[in-house]
């Protein structure tokens, strides 16, 4: 049987910025269903955003839009059995997977920061995502290198 174009799901714009991709990364930062909590982490992340910025013209929301882009990964390495032999193929990813893995990436580097509460975290490493540095930026870039080390098999692609 052929694989059938899944439908995108729809997401609700948040109370605040009326942003629909807001509530996405609020759904990825949410733990045992506790969405009022990540809404709070994520809104005084922002605050704090805006405390750090200083001169920079942008929004808190602009900030953290750019933080995912420089984040977000196009290409990645999948594995494949070839005649005994794991191999490593390099594959772009598509739009949609593109923002989840870019805001799993910025989440999961956030949890592992030295700063005292969650928020405080998740602010340090938007900001420093937006300055293009950081863990998430490394990880990304290491993602970007295993396909470049593996372009030899991405005629191995199907």
């Known amino acids: 049987m052929r ?18 991709l807001v509530t996405r990364f609020v759904n990825h930062l949410m733990k045992s269903g506790k969405k009022s909590i990540a809404y709070r982490i994520f809104y ?5 955003i805006d405390l750090v910025k200083g ?6 929301l602009e900030i953290w839009k750019d933080g995912l882009k420089n984040v977000m990964p196009h290409i990645e390495v999948k594995s494949r059995r070839m005649g005994g032999a794991n191999i490593q193929v390099p ?5 949609n997977n593109k923002i989840t893995k870019a805001m799993k990436l910025l989440i999961s580097c956030a949890a592992i ?4 509460t969650m928020s405080d975290k998740l602010a ?4 420093e995502a937006f300055k293009e540095q950081g863990e998430a930026v490394k990880r990304k870039e ?17």
């Open 3 to 20: 694989k059938t174009n899944k439908k995108s799901k729809v997401y609700r714009p948040d109370p605040k910025f009326n942003e629909p």
């Open 44 to 48: 005084s992340a922002m605050k704090k």
């Open 55 to 60: 001169k920079e013209e942008k929004t808190s």
């Open 91 to 95: 594959i772009p990813i598509s739009p």
């Open 113 to 116: 920061r030295n700063e005292k």
């Open 124 to 127: 340090f490493e938007i900001w």
């Open 142 to 158: 290491n993602i970007h290198k295993m396909a470049e080390a593996n372009k030899a098999f991405s005629h191995f692609r199907f």
